[in-house]
């Protein structure tokens, strides 16, 4: 039976296997060396190439190619010499370790409860610092791995940019003067650029950061000269490699050639509760998981004092067995001593036990992976930022709490580790050589040399030359004016209406250009495909073929500058697309105006934390949630109907949502967005639902533009009005209906509201209610509207009944004593036609009717539920 070793060696690597004629094979090698002195690499390449074709012909199993042995992917032979001044930078990355460990150990012995990291930082630190001084221009776009933010911070309090109040207030925020537990920018408006707290979300933002900065080029709106040598880097661990949003972008970044894009993958092999692949290689998985998308691959595996190693290593007995450790070994070997290593992973055989002979246990304890030695990161990002025509990922080995000793280095727990006691703290001052006392020690004091030390002035210089400070987010951009909407009055949907109110924006002078239309696979829905031929399709490529319907007018014409965003079917990615140029304005200086449409269903509730980030990132744009609502999607069915994302839009503080009925408020909404968001340069970001029913738009009262724009106003007024219809969406006709079947069937006339959205609403309502509390005399939109009204208020929507009841609290009026009705599609969806589903989820003219009826305890209720066959004894919607 195979053991362990070889079960690992053949399921992810086999790139070393036994040799069954090592003569044999040395004459082959050596003929190949021949070729390469004689006739150079690239004759050598296609001699592999037909190689490989023939032996593929011969049905000879090919070796897995996608995966390199088990060392630095730069040779000693590549590697340029280091540039910076060693000794200072290790000066300055212990200060930076120390004031990260304090600032999370201080914050923890004061609260408890606050938590924060120390060992990912720990790891990370070396990868970090020689970006900071070599390599991260001033305007590179850096998404930092979410548990390092320590390190951030403390970098930042030595360039003078943090102050040691803010360390000292580390996730302590509320006052204003503390430091976020992890990158938000919402939360350090000019300081954090992106939110990665979320794992994955970085990962897959980057790569469409990177692919929006070539769009941005393409186009023409950002410079060529400007935007060729800016990176996007990302910093990724080697768990979060797990989450499906870290991959879904790989092959978009090859495809597209993204050499402007380097993610850093942290392979400390833990993540929080214990080894990425204990059994396995999170490396070596990830190498072929990246080469096969089409990557170029650097791993970083082994420091500067392994070389020597490696170059004795003739027989590859070191490679044989570093190949056979499973990753849970390695985590073993890090958090143990130089003895241990020796005698578990050197001494298991005897050419290993004699290539380390000359060495100390000490020596051995040395030993560094490549994560941890500046002069390899330095050589990888080196190589990184040199290669064209394909995205690089280095897969950086490191040890997680890396320096930590007993306490951290290693350890199963050391993810949560935040407390160290004094004696683990002088350790680590040793370690480090800091120059501490045991009394800065035992206070926590951070530490800062002083302006004038050599370190501080070199830190500073290095990030002059490369041009300012990072992070440092921009939080204005020049203004853009945003022309008058108009909308036709004829028989539409809203989503023609809003596809109209689109091409006007993109045809204006001036916004025209910044605007960004994206789909992900739905343009044809959503009746965009007018577009196309006009506006184009953004490809890196241009069209490289003929399209099948090039003969029609409207033909699908992809092009190099084109301006719409056509992601295919990754809601994911098309969010991101989104994300990133609805952070333009700071990302770039250019403020744009993108426009997401989609199926509502995949929005707040299949990519909901990507808003929620979006909101975290201050992003200014527009989603559109298309042929939206349960009962208006009609023939879709369970899995397209949406009924929730008004009430997850509610949620998102920065995030304005509207469910209109008619074209005209349609073009007050987006008018007032777009105004709001270029004009005015608020963070603000607009939901907007617009649905597939054909209806007559004719048109809303002149004066209705306050109440549009707060969320209701008074439609039809009835001066003898008994009750108060309030309808959004498509459902506002059934509550036109309702109000004509109460008026001519039971005499009862009422008043009808057309509701925006109940979430606006609702958000003014607490406003006021709040000052209220507060002693202060406000009065919200709702009362308002509503207190020279009489009777009860029923309110309809094609969402869940809780959206109506938003608002229940200020449309009972103050004593509460007026009745409220929501009414709304509770339940699972279903295939049927509008007529059907509104009646089934009780949201038709006649259900609102007779709630109206209920609500007024008319006698003619009873006489309704009969007239209109309304099911008494009937399950609800949601029960059924
Ligand atoms: C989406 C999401 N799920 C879970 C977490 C909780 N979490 C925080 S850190 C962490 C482990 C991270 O491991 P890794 O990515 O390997 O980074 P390391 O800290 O080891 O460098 C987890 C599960 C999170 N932040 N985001």
């Not at 940019?161 to 003067?177: D, M």
């Not at 349609?666 to 777009?674: M, Q």
């Not at 958000?763 to 009777?791: F, I, P, Q, Y």
């Amino acid at each position: 039976m195979a053991n362990l070793s070889d079960i690992v060696t053949s399921a992810f690597w086999r790139v070393n296997p036994p040799d069954a004629d090592p003569a044999e094979t040395r004459e082959w090698l050596d003929a190949f060396d021949a070729l390469v002195e004689a006739e150079g690499r690239e004759r050598a390449t296609f001699l592999l190439r037909k190689l490989l074709d023939h032996a593929r012909a011969r049905r000879v199993p090919l070796p897995p190619v996608l995966n390199t042995p088990y060392k630095n992917s730069v040779g000693l032979a590549d590697q340029p010499q280091f540039p910076g001044d060693l000794q200072l930078e290790t000066r300055i990355s212990s200060m930076v370790r120390w004031n990260a460990l304090a600032m999370v150990v201080r914050a923890n012995r004061a609260h408890a409860e606050l938590g924060g990291h120390i060992a990912s930082y720990a790891s990370a630190a070396d990868l970090f610092e020689v970006g900071f001084n070599h390599f991260f221009r001033g305007e590179d776009l850096v998404y930092f791995q979410p548990h390092s933010a320590p390190g951030v911070y403390a970098r930042a309090f030595l360039e003078g940019r943090l102050s040691e109040e803010r360390l000292a207030n580390y996730r302590q925020e509320v006052g204003g003067k503390g430091l976020s537990s992890y990158c938000h920018p919402y939360l350090m408006p000019d300081f954090w650029q992106f939110p990665t707290g979320s794992m994955g979300l970085g990962p897959l933002n980057a790569i469409y950061q990177a692919r929006f900065l070539r769009y941005l080029t393409h186009r023409g709106i950002v410079d060529e000269g400007d935007s060729r040598a800016r990176k996007v880097w990302a910093f990724v661990g080697d768990g979060e490699m797990d989450e499906p949003e870290a991959l879904a972008g790989l092959s978009l970044a090859a495809r597209e050639s993204l050499d402007n894009l380097i993610f850093v993958v942290n392979c400390n092999l833990q993540r929080l509760d214990g080894p990425v692949r204990g059994n396995g290689s999170i490396v070596q998985e990830l190498e072929g998981l990246f080469a096969g998308a089409g990557w170029n691959v650097l791993k970083l595996l082994w420091g500067s004092d392994w070389d020597p190693l490696f170059a004795r290593d003739h027989d590859g007995v070191l490679l044989k067995r570093l190949h056979e450790t499973v990753d849970g070994e390695f985590q073993t070997y890090a958090a143990t001593d130089g003895r241990f290593n020796r005698e578990h992973f050197f001494n298991k055989y005897p050419e290993l036990q004699a290539l380390i002979a000359d060495m100390s246990d000490d020596d051995i304890d040395r030993l560094k992976r490549g994560g941890h030695d500046p002069v390899k990161i330095h050589a990888a990002y080196h190589a990184a930022a040199r290669h064209e025509g394909q995205p690089t990922v280095i897969l950086a080995q490191t040890k997680k709490g890396y320096g930590m000793g007993l306490w951290g280095q290693g350890k199963m727990g050391t993810h949560q580790q935040k407390k160290l006691d004094d004696a683990a703290l002088r350790e680590f001052r040793d370690r480090f050589s800091l120059p501490l006392s045991d009394d800065d020690i035992a206070q926590l004091r951070f530490y800062h040399p002083g302006d004038a030390s050599p370190e501080i002035r070199y830190l500073r210089e290095r990030r002059k030359a490369l041009g300012g400070y990072l992070p440092v987010r921009r939080t204005k951009a020049d203004s853009i004016a945003v022309p008058g909407l108009s909308a036709s009055p004829r028989n539409q949907s809203t989503t023609m209406a809003f596809v109209q109110l689109l091409a006007q924006l993109m045809k204006d002078d001036k916004l025209g250009r910044r605007v960004v239309p994206i789909v992900a696979d739905e343009a044809r829905t959503f009746g965009m495909q007018t577009l196309f031929r006009q506006f184009g399709i953004y490809s890196a490529l241009g069209q490289l073929y003929e399209p099948e319907d090039h003969e029609e007018l409207l033909y699908y014409r992809e092009a190099k500058d084109g301006q719409i965003l056509e992601e295919g079917i990754t809601e994911a990615g098309a969010l991101s697309s989104w994300l990133a140029a609805a952070t333009a304005y700071s990302s770039h200086g250019v403020p744009m105006l993108p426009f997401y449409i989609y199926y509502s269903v995949f929005g707040f509730q299949r990519v909901g934390d990507l808003i929620w980030a979006a909101g975290d990132s201050r992003a200014r744009g527009f989603l559109v949630g298309g042929t939206a609502g349960r009962t208006t999607l009609a023939g879709e069915g369970l899995q397209h109907q949406d009924g929730s994302s008004h009430l997850v839009a509610s949620t998102v503080p920065n995030c304005r949502a509207w469910d209109p009925c008619f074209a005209q408020e349609l073009a007050l909404i987006v008018r007032d967005g777009a105004r709001r968001m270029l004009e005015g340069q608020e963070d603000v970001f607009y939901y907007l639902t617009v649905t597939n029913e054909n209806y007559d738009h004719p048109g809303i009262p002149p004066d209705a533009s306050e109440g549009v724009l707060k969320g209701m106003y008074l439609y039809k007024r009835n001066d003898k009005a008994q009750v108060q219809l309030l309808g959004s969406g498509p459902i506002l006709r059934e509550v036109f209906a309702a109000a004509e079947l109460l008026e001519k069937e039971w005499n009862v006339a009422a008043n009808v509201w057309s509701v925006t959205s109940f979430t606006e609403l609702r958000r003014d309502g607490m406003r006021a209610e709040r000052a209220r509390r507060l002693g202060g005399e406000d009065e919200s939109w709702v009362e308002k509207c509503l207190k020279d009204t009489r009777g009860p208020v029923i309110a309809a929507s094609d969402y869940v009944s809780a959206v109506a009841d938003l608002i229940r609290a200020y449309a009972g009026g103050r004593e509460a004593s007026r009745k409220y009705v929501a009414l709304g599609t509770d339940g699972f969806g279903r295939s049927d036609t509008r007529a059907k589903l509104r009646g089934f989820f009780e949201v038709d003219a006649r259900s609102i009717a007779v709630a109206a009826l209920a609500a007024m305890d008319s006698p003619s209720t009873a006489a309704a539920l009969d007239r209109y066959r309304i099911d008494r004894a009937g399950k609800p919607a949601w029960e059924r």
